[in-house]
DNA sequence: GTCTATATGTAGATAGAC
DNA sequence: GTCTATCTACATATAGAC
């Protein structure tokens, strides 16, 4: 409250805007003109907020590894039992993606164009994913699930929800979708998928 | 044979030092001059060949994307039955892709960045999915599966196969894999994977 | 804090010698 | 067919006025 510059929103409508634009184009085809646009400012204005196109782009891609990880840890940690636990994750998912669908591959993407660089980002939320070996550790010492390598149950559940996003426009295709189609298939999945992937954990 | 120049030779050579880079870094981050240097030729040369850098990338894309669907729906169409068919699916998939991994995130990208240019290079293979549908559904009449759209079932097979070459630097961050611990992996989900979708579809 | 104008670097593409 | 040298275009980034 000590600066009634407009500081603060400016610098916001700069990070939504290349948020909206990096997301689309990915890091290496965005430009800085197009944020402008969309941001409705000079393109000067952006090296005055963000040095550079470096630092713009972590100030997106943070905010984007933050809104899918926090969501993929989030509703595991919470869950009493680990079926209960795989269908909130998988809704949660969902949910989060159908808003932005972009998000899976812009991660993929930019996490394989500089691994070492952008690791940092995705340092989160180790504890919960412990929390969640020790959820499938516990309900295969109940009897409740067949033996399974719990990194590979991750894997198989990261997978499912996140594929359809990624393989978005090859689907699409394959399958004569439009975009309503898409999006009809993907409130099929928010059910059909949790329930996928406890048949065949299920002892 | 009426051709003695070293044309068919240098041509393939830039293909394949295409190839490596555009799958690599993505058509928006590669660089011509990044191309000339892996094929050990001149950066005029590439122009010669291929007239601009978007038909090189196409001459490297119809490629990428024959080697990934051929696998896909080759496989599925030779299948007697659907479990051993996607026994086998799975296999070959695996097998494919330990060999080029950036296949599958290289293809995803590209066909976000440009839907409708590169529709046409994945439209082969449409028959062999109809088969896919046909083997789905006898073996659902025969009362051996659950009822399930097999275009989500074909979904959910993409998705397992695909999912952990695309978010590799990923996975290998978050489970703290190096390049050793990640192939082992894959050699495991090459059996485990399969064995996986059919405990869940199993009658 | 925001703009216009400009500098700087680099990538794609061409011309022309060999 | 392959090279060197060069042109052109454009994207990032800066300088400086307001």
Known sequence: MS?????AGTEQRILAAARTVFTRKGMAAARMQ???DEAGINKAL??????????LFEGVFEGSAHKQFDCIWGCLKESP??????????AAYMDRMIEDPMLPLFIAQEM?????????????????????VKLVEDAHARGE???IDPRELLVNMMALCAHPFIA???LMHIHGMNDEAFRRMIIKRRESVAEFIIRSIRA
């Open 34 to 36: 197009e944020v402008a």
């Open 112 to 132: 394989n164009r500089d691994p070492e660089g952008l690791r940092p980002f995705i340092d989160r939320g180790m504890k919960s994913r412990q929390r969640f």
């Open 46 to 55: 952006l090296h005055y907020y963000f040095r550079d196109k470096q630092r």
């Open 168 to 170: 978005r426009p090859m």
């Open 145 to 147: 699930i067949i033996d």
């Open 81 to 90: 039992g680990l079926f209960d636990g795989i269908r909130s994750f998988v």
């Open 3 to 7: 600066r009634p510059e407009k500081e």
